[in-house]
């Protein structure tokens, strides 16, 4: 009995296996970790996440060294202030130019001409309306600073002024809004005027043009950079299947670089005390910091070569990270003048404005600040997918139960030949029987009659794990895109479903909410797995009952299984399941019904309560056939 059977079990185990490592092991720390975290995070930066010193020279961030004789060694370095004040107090501690676009919020500090303080409008903490806003960046001196810098750095030896963090520009504006720029400016006192033109467009983009005019009796020698820096390890959601570190695009050579925290800390020294990595000779890319669904980026000239680095320094009790870029060097003659043109992205990763960057800024594969992962050439396309339907429909579930019929469709020739052979491994179970009991004390003979049969009648054995196999790519990119995309979060479906990317809220072990005691993670169990092990439950009740009592066991537990298994997994991901598993039921039915084969679905639940009907082995064995040869 088991020997046909086993490539039907292995299939089945190995997508059990499949699932339940990427639970383990992808989804280690269950969605209650990245709920909490999440808060923590947003907590931290609304409420305390302030920066402030009363003197701007102790929070400023200094250069560092740059490795390697032909760079400058006063390149972006990863030194930062320690925490000195709250978030207020730092923003009051300089000068400012207030930021207003339809998406961020925020001000660019005088002392240094930092931007280090950008919040989201459109994102909020929790689906809650009147929850606060996302901060993303904020000023150093106060815990959790996060800020962009760009200038010039002098040659090594070079004893010329150049803006550094405790510089004092400025402006010709007090707001910086989309069409409108602001110019910084700041003369060193001995012959260099320094002007910074800072424009931001609709969403989060802001464009960098540094220039410098030499008014000296000296050739001065200057390189162009721009840095991202982060003081303090954020708190990190530890899934295999999301990055979040250190993130960059440095030119066709390296490619993509994404570094965990942790992983940059390990890293050879670069400078004393600093650590990290460092790719040259890049030419068009990218470097900055990255969280699940926000990014700082900076980004140089894509038609000159720059320097790429990523490092880590110890910075008090905390480290500070940092990705910069460091531009060639530019000879700049008495009398002459020049101009470094960059830019910083910081905000929301939607694929939309993404993609669009890449494509109307030329950014080298800009669209890799998402992590679509090893799969990207089908969970991207899947996304694109979803996000039209999406716009014609205006809800992403709707849109998620819209792809699946498509896949069905798309797979439809595939399955229904599965079901074919599936039903006809039915109708021939007597003849099965038979052969079993005809040969029971020689296995091979059993098997080699089996196969003859499977030959006779075009039976494919193994035909039946098809429609299961197949879910699992779509399930990992469907998974993927739940778990990564801005789009999806807080993306609501119907009723109690406000929020797709997380676990249905609701517990069957408080009675969906009417008992006021919140159960374990391990008790999740809410409306929609349980639909869905429903679901589950039909398909494979539809199936005669195995006569292997371990194969029995296993198909009649696996739908408890995995409705407890999807418990804590992305609503949209179980809506998906639930409905995947209904249209399956229904073509499996349909086929069933057009081959002339019993649809065993209510014999086997009446078998459950102690009904059961004759076993359609030794019983059934002597008609089956003779019907079979009347057709």
């Not at 020698?221 to 990055?243: A, C, D, E, I, S």
């Not at 600093?274 to 790719?279: K, M, N």
Request: proline residues 8%; contains cysteine.
């Amino acid at each position: 009995m088991k020997e046909d059977n086993r490539n039907l079990l292995l299939a089945i185990a190995l997508s059990v296996v499949i699932l339940l490592g990427w639970q383990f092991f992808y989804a280690k720390p269950q969605m209650e970790k990245q709920q909490e975290i999440a808060r923590q995070n947003q907590q931290t930066q609304t409420q305390a996440a302030s920066a402030g010193a009363s003197n701007p020279a102790a929070t400023a961030a200094p250069p560092g060294q740059a490795p390697g004789s032909a760079a400058p060694q006063t390149a972006p370095g990863s030194a930062a202030a320690l925490v000195s004040g709250t978030r207020e107090q730092a923003l009051a501690a300089s000068p400012r130019i207030k930021i207003d676009t339809p998406k961020i919020a925020g001000s660019i500090s005088l002392a240094g001409g930092r931007i280090d303080d950008v919040s989201l409008k459109a994102y909020r903490e929790t689906v809650d309306p009147n929850s606060p806003i996302i901060v993303l960046l904020s000023p150093a001196g106060g815990p959790n600073a996060y800020y962009s810098d760009f200038g010039w750095v002098a040659a090594p030896g070079s004893n010329m002024p150049v803006p550094n963090a405790t510089t004092l520009w400025t402006a010709d504006k007090q707001v910086l809004t989309p069409g409108q720029p602001v110019t910084l400016t700041w003369d060193n006192g001995q012959g260099l005027t320094f002007k910074r033109i800072v424009n931001v467009d609709a969403n989060a983009m802001f464009q960098i043009r540094d220039e410098v005019e030499n008014k000296s009796g000296n050739t001065v020698t200057l390189f162009p950079y721009g840095q991202v820096v982060r003081q303090g390890k954020p708190h990190t959601l530890g899934y295999y299947v999301l990055h979040e570190g250190l993130v960059g695009y440095v030119g066709e050579k390296d490619g993509l670089q994404e570094w965990t925290y942790d992983k940059l800390d390990k890293e050879p020294a670069l400078a004393p005390g600093t650590v990290g990595r460092v790719w040259k000779d890049a030419v068009g890319g990218w470097v900055g910091i990255t969280d699940k669904y926000w990014a700082a980026a900076v980004i140089p000239d894509q038609q000159r070569k720059f320097e790429g680095r990523f490092s880590s320094v110890q910075t008090g009790s905390e480290r500070t990270y940092q990705a910069d870029f460091l531009g060639e060097a530019v000879a700049l003659a008495p009398g002459a003048s020049t101009a470094s043109q960059s830019r910083l992205f910081a905000g929301a990763k939607e694929v939309a404005a993404i993609n669009g960057y890449e494509d109307s800024q030329h950014i080298k594969r800009f669209d890799l600040l998402i992590d679509w992962g090893w799969f990207y050439f089908f969970t991207k396309p899947l996304f694109v997918v979803l996000d039209w339907i999406y716009k014609h429909v205006g809800n992403f579930g709707v849109a998620i139960l819209i792809v699946t019929v498509l896949l069905k469709g798309l797979f439809f020739p595939l399955a229904n030949k599965s079901y074919a052979s599936m039903a006809k491994m039915k109708a021939m179970q007597p003849e099965m029987t038979a052969i079993r009991e005809r040969y029971a004390d020689d296995k091979m003979k059993q098997q080699q009659a089996l196969m003859e049969l499977y030959k006779t009648q075009k039976i494919n054995p193994v035909a039946g794990c098809w429609p299961v196999l197949l879910q699992i790519p779509v399930f990992f990119a469907l998974y993927k895109i739940l778990f990564i995309t801005i789009e999806m979060r807080h993306a609501p479906f119907f009723g109690w479903i406000h929020d797709l990317a997380a676990p249905d809220p609701t517990n069957l072990f408080n009675l969906f909410g009417l008992i006021p005691f919140t159960p374990p993670s391990m008790l999740h169990l809410g409306a929609w797995p349980i639909i869905m092990g429903i679901t589950m439950f039909i398909q494979m009740k539809m199936n005669p009952e195995p006569p292997d009592p371990v194969q029995k066991m296993m198909f009649t537990w696996m739908p408890v299984f995995f409705t407890f298994l999807l418990g804590s997994f992305p609503a949209g991901l179980v809506i998906y399941w639930s409905w995947n598993n209904l249209l399956s039921v229904t073509q499996q039915g349909y086929i069933m019904k057009k081959n002339g084969v019993k649809i065993e679905l209510f014999d086997n639940i009446k078998g459950m309560f102690g009904k059961k009907p004759p076993p359609a082995t030794a019983v059934a064995a002597p008609a089956k056939p003779a019907n079979t040869n009347k057709k």
